[in-house]
Nanobody, 121 residues
Framework: VQLQASGGGLVQPGGSLRLSCISS????????IAWFRQAPNKERERVSC????????YYAESVKGRFTISRNNAAKTAYLQMNNLSAEDTAIYYC???????????????WGQGTQVTVSS
């Protein structure tokens, strides 16, 4: 299973970005898809997850109300819509796939290469 993340970039505070994750895993109801992020000198943080079957979702408290995760199985693409971005959201964002529902990084066996999100004026 391979994952390709894209959509990162430089955005001003208060701006928006939409990340995309293309993978055959997105097309399968057996895989949960998640976004994690890692900022310089910080530990990896789980951001959001979406299940494969019923599209249950999880959001970290720090992004709740600002980020929205979704998946388009036919397009084999998962998305992370990020609104009202702040400098604290600056990080490399990774998409990952897990066979089965989980919100824990150690349960995600497949990882994309990451896409850089920088929020700065």
């Amino acid at each position: 299973v391979q994952l390709q993340a894209s959509g990162g970039g430089l955005v001003q505070p208060g701006g928006s970005l939409r990340l995309s994750c293309i993978s055959s895993a997105v097309a399968s109801d057996h895989y949960a898809i998640a976004w994690f992020r890692q900022a310089p000198n910080k530990e990896r943080e789980r951001v959001s997850c979406i299940s494969g079957g019923d599209d249950s979702t999880y959001y970290a408290e720090s992004v709740k109300g600002r980020f929205t995760i979704s998946r388009n199985n036919a397009a084999k693409t998962a998305y992370l819509q990020m609104n009202n971005l702040s400098a604290e959201d600056t990080a490399i964002y990774y998409c990952a796939a897990s066979k089965g529902w989980s919100t824990y990084a150690e349960h995600y066996d497949y990882w994309g290469q990451g896409t850089q999100v920088t929020v700065s004026s």
